[in-house]
């Protein structure tokens, strides 16, 4: 039963670590979409500003996930296992 656990353990912290370096990989262009979103926000006629006020919203939701998931791969790769949201 230890060696099964162990096992699901490591499988875990490899998947943390895989995930984290995913999310590492999108966030640039998230934060890039980000800026897009968040400069022409205003600058749009009203009903398409609707449109950049969700997209904002939705891309600040991405982003914040994203940093979770670096943090969580970076602790796994640390040797630690951070509890899930």
Known sequence: MEDYQAELQRQIRLGDIATGEAAGACLPGL???LRHHEARASAVPYPFRLYHLWRRNSLRRQVADARWHVEQGR???????????
Do not use: T, V
């Not at 602790?75 to 949201?85: I, N, V, Y």
């Open 75 to 85: 602790a796994a790769r640390m040797g630690e296992l951070a509890s899930r949201r």
């Open 31 to 33: 934060l890039r979409r």
